[in-house]
């Protein structure tokens, strides 16, 4: 066994006790939002929807562009980490991935009125969830198989099919923009 890969542990279930004691945790489980009982990667978007709205008017372009770069690499860490500690490669309640796919979207599309907020959230959470595409084809590309045990290629899979189903609603905003004279 490697430096860098720890072994598979028998799955556990996130939960506010599991959360607790790790900044990796509550980074990864989108501060509480993806303890949802039910669709955590889409209560961790709305999560990410509305700390952005809070957060725009104090943050500049650059700054959200930061947020987002950061995020990512400490997102990285604390993805893996969390999916090590529960035993799961890509657990459901880690919604860290879905927060930066949707903060990417609004950073890139802003400003744009509710009607344009509400089609990017809701084209994002169909690539997301249907992963059609190039979003299936890189949610597969880090899988591992079954008893390998979970490293930080596991936390880049799990990062990366978000994004790519941000890019992927990133062109179709960009379309409707350009399409329907330049606005939303």
Request: charged content about 10%; overall charge neutral.
């Amino acid at each position: 066994m490697s430096n860098t890969a720890l072994p598979r542990l028998a799955p556990r279930r996130a939960s506010w006790a599991f959360m607790r004691p790790s900044p990796a945790h509550w980074i990864a489980l989108g501060f509480g939002s993806g303890l949802a009982p039910k669709a955590p990667g889409t209560v961790g978007s709305l999560w990410a929807w509305a700390a952005y709205l809070l957060l725009d008017p104090f943050l500049s372009p650059l700054a959200w562009g930061c947020i987002i770069a950061v995020g990512t690499l400490v997102g990285l860490w604390a993805c893996t980490r969390t999916a090590q500690d529960l035993g799961v490669p890509d657990p459901g309640a880690v919604v860290w991935d879905e927060v930066l796919a949707v903060w990417l979207i609004l950073w890139l599309c802003m400003p744009m009125g509710p009607l344009g907020q509400t089609a990017a959230f809701v084209l994002f959470r169909l690539f997301d969830a249907l992963k059609p595409g190039p979003v299936g084809w890189a949610d597969r590309l880090f899988k591992c198989e079954a008893g390998d045990p979970i490293t930080w290629r596991q936390g880049l899979g799990i990062l990366i099919d978000d994004f790519v189903a941000a890019g992927c609603t990133l062109v179709l905003m960009a379309l409707w923009r350009f399409g329907s004279g330049f606005g939303y």
